[in-house]
Nanobody, 120 residues
Framework: QVQLVESGGGSVQAGGSLRLSCAVSGYTYCRGWFRQAPGKERERVAT????????NYADSVKGRFTISQDNAKNTLYLQMNSLNPEDTAMYYCAAEISYLHCLRVEYNYWGQGTQVTVSS
């Protein structure tokens, strides 16, 4: 059974940085960070493949956000730089045990979410 627990959200001014963490247990093929703002659809922000560390990013965060995992692969990170108010959302880490959904939003295992608020 895959379990995920996020931490690290909070409030920051535009231009600032935050790092989100997600403790992961159980086998995973890929992990991802997602976000959902009020009234908007859930968006896949970044994906990392567990075995080889290959990454994929949404165009909206390329060059600003970095997804990574520690050497033991027990913790997933999202480093967010140059934040702007449009990045305000609930952020979720998620995982999949099959390659089929890795670049989509329909992951099967989810954390509880952590709020990120960016003020102008």
């Amino acid at each position: 059974q895959v379990q995920l627990v996020e931490s690290g959200g909070g409030s920051v001014q535009a231009g600032g940085s935050l790092r989100l963490s997600c403790a992961v247990s159980g086998y995973t093929y890929c992990r991802g960070w997602f976000r959902q703002a009020p009234g908007k659809e859930r968006e896949r922000v970044a994906t990392i493949y567990t075995d080889n560390g290959r990454t994929n990013y949404a165009d909206s965060v390329k060059g600003r956000f970095t997804i990574s995992q520690d050497n033991a692969k027990n913790t997933l990170y999202l480093q967010m730089n140059s934040l702007n108010p449009e990045d305000t959302a609930m952020y979720y880490c998620a995982a999949e045990i099959s390659y089929l959904h890795c670049l989509r939003v329909e992951y099967n295992y989810w954390g509880q979410g952590t709020q990120v608020t960016v003020s102008s």
